[in-house]
């Protein structure tokens, strides 16, 4: 697709005529009138109705208006990430969903403070999904929740899961037990399932979301029964406490993690250093070796 093409088309439509479009992209009325002709032959359909005396879009041609649009957006998007990849560093950063709630953003401002030439990409995810990324080098620090106690891993912080449900939700009522949970692959799943099983309780899944938001509205409307590491300004809700017939709960542990060889990188080490403030670290702390 010759985006010149698309240009003109996008200037006639948005301007409302061929001489109002020559001001905006600065080329003649006879380029424009030819480049919206091979446009409309490359369809095969007319894009304008040539029949009134203003300028207007056919249904073809309002319909294709949003396709044409979208391609010049990702085309400038594309080109602003090839051209800050050749001007700054890009470091890519993983949270799992519940992190993302955490005051992470504290820690990226006083590092990008510090570092005017790094740009960061954060996504989220699910943690067993960050722990391969990281892994594997597609990203370059994580903050997750993992089921095992990490090795030779000093940033990290055992946490205690709790059971929580609306406050007029009566759990001994319900069996099976209706869950609120993140899809497979999330370590407070993963806990809430095997203590269920291992307790011999009925269970079933009611609501499946990646999005910390949803697991939080479900769980205040009484939808079921969910497994957090805090009540996170939930309104509504309570902690289930010991003895209201559902079982204790292995400890999780909030890692931060980076991609194998950073050792060697003083920014990546520079970047865990702001992160940390978020994890309360072990008394055998040591240099983050990977």
Known sequence: M????????VAVAETGGISKAEDRIHRTQSTISQQIARLESDLS???????????????RGRQYLDYARRILDLDQESRALITDQDRFRIINIGLSDNNSQKDWWSCLRGFATQHKD????????????????????HLDLTLSNELNEPNGVPDYH????????????DVSAMRPLPLILYRPGCSFRTRAITALESAGIPWRIAFETTDWRSIRKATEEGFGVTLLDSLDGMTDVCELPPGSNLPEVDLIYLTLRLRPGSHNDPVLQDLAKHFRSIIKPQKNQINIQM
């Open 45 to 59: 359909t007319a894009l304008f109705d040539r029949s009134k005396r203003t300028v207007q879009l056919t249904e």
């Open 2 to 9: 010759n985006l010149e093409l698309l240009k003109s088309f």
């Open 118 to 137: 790094i740009r960061a990409t954060i996504k989220t995810d699910i943690s067993n999904q960050l722990l391969s990324q990281v892994q594997e080098g």
């Open 158 to 169: 055992p946490v205690q899961l709790k059971w929580i449900a609306a406050k007029d939700f």
